[in-house]
T-cell receptor, first 117, second 111 residues
């Protein structure tokens, strides 16, 4: 079964600095999707960035980028020029394809990011 | 475009009571999901639906039932609530590109 591991329960970063959140996963699939979601105190889950495993190029969305290492099964999120509004829980997620032919999603336990003014 | 909405936002139940959580999406998505989120844990999938009239079990389905009578609605039912079902419940729908959009969540407390 696929698993997603976020080994950093909490991280802190100074405003305007750069921070990297780690995520590793385990799978025997060759084609899959990976995601980072943000959950601010409002609890709304918001998609930050997605990566298709078949693409070698790392995904980028404005100040957010990923370092996708397929062989190492690593998918880290880099936040540049951190802003106070980036403070939230960040979840890494993997899309699995089960034997019934349906896609399901597996989430890590989250990393709480604090942004210090 | 409201996206994904959930009703109610908060609810307190006594053990043994029943209730239904409603999820609605206006994005014409085929796939819809119900998750629960407990402290210190990631989201866990309860049930999901790949289209109108279809449902399937996820990772933690026991104690819950679902129905998808209309494409835009996905209902989650608790027939006999237990304290272990105290949680925050999230509904989501997804695009053909596998991007999930989540509702704001329902905080359920079972006493």
């Amino acid at each position: 079964a696929q698993t997603v591991t976020q080994s950093q329960p909490e991280m802190s970063v100074q405003e305007a600095e750069t921070v990297t959140l780690s995520c590793t996963y385990d799978t025997s699939e060759s084609d899959y999707y990976l995601f980072w979601y943000k959950q601010p105190p409002s609890r709304q889950m918001i998609l930050v960035i997605r990566q298709e495993a078949y693409k070698q190029q790392n995904a980028t969305e404005n100040r957010f980028s990923v370092n996708f290492q397929k062989a190492a099964k690593s998918f880290s999120l880099k936040i540049s020029d951190s802003q106070l509004g980036d403070a939230a829980m960040y979840f890494c997620a993997y899309r699995s394809y089960d034997t019934s032919g349906t896609y399901k999603y597996i989430f890590g336990t989250g990393t709480r990011l604090k942004v210090l003014a | 475009n409201a996206g994904v909405t959930q009703t109610p936002k908060f609810r307190v139940l006594k053990t043994g009571q029943s209730m239904t959580l409603l999820c609605a999406q206006d994005m014409n998505h085929e796939y819809m999901y119900w998750y629960r989120q407990d402290p210190g844990m990631g989201l866990r999938l309860i049930h999901y639906s790949v289209g109108e009239g279809t449902t399937a079990k996820g990772e933690v389905p026991d104690g819950y039932n679902v129905s998808r009578l209309k494409k835009q609605n996905f209902l989650l039912g608790l027939e006999s609530a237990a304290p272990s079902q105290t949680s925050v419940y999230f509904c989501a729908s997804r695009t053909p590109r596998n991007e999930q959009y989540f509702g704001p969540g329902t905080r359920l407390t079972v006493t």
